[in-house]
C-alpha cells in the first residue's frame, strides 16, 4: 500500500529536482543507532522503528527535503506494519477486554439471554464465556485503523472528514467486537456448548471485521457526499 501511495506520486515526485542533502546523514545515524541500541536492549520495537528512519535517511540524503515532504505519508503509514510494543499491546488490552465484555453483556441481556458477568468472564447457561486477550479486539483494531487511514485518504478531500473517518475506526472496532461476542454467546445458548468453539468461533470473527468494513466504507461515502456540496460551493 505504501508502494502504490509512492506510485500514486510519480507525476509530481517527477517535477521536483533530487538534491543531495547532507541532513541525511543524521537520520541515517539515528535509524542504525537505533537498531543497533534496539538488538542489543532486545527491544524489537526499536529496532523496527529505526528501519523507518534509515528510509526517511536515504530519501533525504539522496533527493533532498521536498522529495522528502512528498513521500512522507506513505513512510508514515508504513508504521502500521510494526506491532506496537507487548507492554502497550498489554496496557490496551485488558480495559478493551472489559468494555467488550461489558457491551456484550448488555446487549445479550436486552435479547433476553439470562446471563451474568464477573470482569472479563461471561456466564451462560450451557457454558462460561472467557474475553482472552486474543478476543480483546486490539488486533482488528489496529487493522481497521490502518484500513480507515487509506478510506480517509482516498474518499475525502479536506482534513477534518479525513480525521472522523481515521477516528470512527475506533468505536467501530468496540461495537463489532462486542457484536461478535454477544452473537457467540447467542448460539451457544440456542446451539450448545459447541457452537463457541471451531468453525463458528473462527466464522464469526470474520464476518463482525467484514460488517466493520462495511461500516466504515458507509461513513466515507455519507462523508464524502455531505462534503461535496460544500466543495461545489
Known amino acids: 500500500m505504501a508502494g502504490y501511495l509512492v506510485w500514486e506520486r510519480r507525476r509530481e515526485l517527477r517535477r521536483i529536482p533530487a538534491r543531495v542533502s547532507r541532513w541525511g546523514y543524521p537520520l541515517l545515524l539515528a535509524g542504525i543507532a537505533l537498531l543497533v541500541l534496539g538488538q542489543a536492549a532486545t527491544f524489537g520495537y526499536a529496532a523496527r522503528i529505526s528501519l ?9 540524503f539522496l533527493a533532498g527535503p521536498r522529495v522528502l515532504r512528498a513521500v512522507a505519508f506513505p513512510l508514515a503509514y508504513l508504521l502500521f506494519m510494526i ?21 456484550a453483556t448488555g446487549s445479550l441481556d436486552l435479547l433476553g439471554v439470562p446471563v451474568l458477568r464477573e ?12 474475553v482472552t486477550e486474543a478476543c480483546s479486539g486490539i488486533r482488528s483494531l489496529i487493522a481497521l485503523l490502518a484500513l480507515a487511514v487509506i478510506f480517509a485518504y482516498f474518499t475525502q478531500r479536506t482534513p477534518l472528514p479525513r480525521v472522523l473517518v481515521a477516528l470512527s475506526a475506533i468505536p467501530i472496532a468496540l461495537v463489532t467486537n462486542a457484536a461478535r461476542i454477544a ?6 445458548e ?6 463457541g468453539l471451531g468453525f463458528y468461533h473462527v466464522f464469526s470473527g470474520l464476518l463482525v471485521f467484514a460488517l466493520a468494513l ?4 458507509v461513513e466515507s461515502l455519507a462523508l464524502s457526499r455531505l462534503a461535496a456540496p460544500a466543495v461545489r460551493a
Open 190 to 195: 440456542g446451539i450448545g456448548p459447541a457452537a
Open 83 to 103: 506491532p506496537p510494543p507487548a507492554i502497550v499491546m498489554n496496557a490496551i488490552a485488558f480495559p478493551l477486554q472489559l468494555m467488550a465484555a461489558r457491551l
Open 214 to 217: 462495511v461500516l466504515l466504507a
Open 52 to 60: 523507518l528512519l534509515v528510509l526517511a535517511g536515504l530519501v533525504l
Open 183 to 188: 452473537l457467540t454467546g447467542m448460539l451457544v
Open 119 to 130: 470482569g472479563n468472564i461471561i456466564t451462560l447457561a450451557p457454558m462460561r464465556l472467557e
